[in-house]
């Protein structure tokens, strides 16, 4: 007997499963995205969070709709300090709102109070992309601050070389790359399961029995 669409459904149940057991492992914690600019975090995030049916936030827009202010025009008018004080701040108040997938900037991991409060409150994943990857879809739109010089791509590669040390204590790493998103989600969804949230899992599963009486 044939049974049409089977297949789609029991993969529909499997990936609300899937989900479930994400969204308990997690608990109030964010799953919070992390890397260089143009290396998907908005799009890909966005993507994470209806998968996994949780909130999405962009910690750039946030900081921006507080300010009232682009970000551009904030590093224009007050420089990268004051820009950096502001994103830690509104970074530390949106952890507190998990469980979420939440997208942060691309300098926001390398304040150490911030990469601690990720770790107390949050899994972090970085995206990883090469170089070329990175240059060919900043490149399309002209608002990176940093990237505002004679030679973009030899900027670009100043910071891989100062923020990828820093980005590798993330939780997870994602190969982000010219694939379809839900490529990188999928991969992403398997490495949460089978890494940070292993533990949590085997947890729930097996949770601990109480001490005998003495």
């Not at 492992?25 to 998907?40: D, E, I, T, Y």
């Not at 025009?73 to 952890?95: N, P, Q, S, T, W």
């Not at 990237?147 to 994602?174: C, G, H, N, Q, S």
Request: hydrophobic share 40%.
């Amino acid at each position: 007997m044939v049974r049409i669409g089977w297949d789609v459904k029991q993969q529909s149940a499997t990936a609300c499963e899937r989900a479930e057991t994400i969204r308990k492992a997690l608990g109030n914690r964010s799953l919070v995205m992390v890397g260089l600019m143009g290396c998907g975090k908005t799009s890909v995030g966005r993507r994470l969070s209806a998968k996994l049916d949780l909130p999405f936030v962009d910690a750039d827009e946030e900081i921006e709709a507080a300010a009232g202010k682009t970000i551009s025009e904030i590093f224009a008018d007050h420089g990268e300090a004051h820009f950096r004080d502001g994103e830690r701040k509104v970074i530390a108040r949106l952890l507190k709102n998990g469980p979420q997938v939440l997208a942060t900037g691309g300098g926001a991991f390398m304040h150490p109070e911030t990469r601690e409060n990720i770790k107390r409150a949050g899994i972090s994943i970085w995206l990883k992309a090469e170089l070329p990857v990175l240059m060919r879809r900043v490149m399309r739109r002209d608002n990176r601050p940093l990237l505002k010089t004679a030679d973009p791509e030899a900027r670009m590669r100043e910071l891989m070389i100062a923020r990828y040390p820093i980005y590798a204590e993330a939780d997870l790493v994602a190969n982000s790359r010219d694939v379809p998103h839900e490529v990188i989600v999928e991969e992403i969804i398997e490495g949460l399961l089978s890494g940070p949230l292993a533990a949590a899992q085997k947890s729930e599963s097996h949770p601990a029995e109480p001490d005998a009486p003495e």
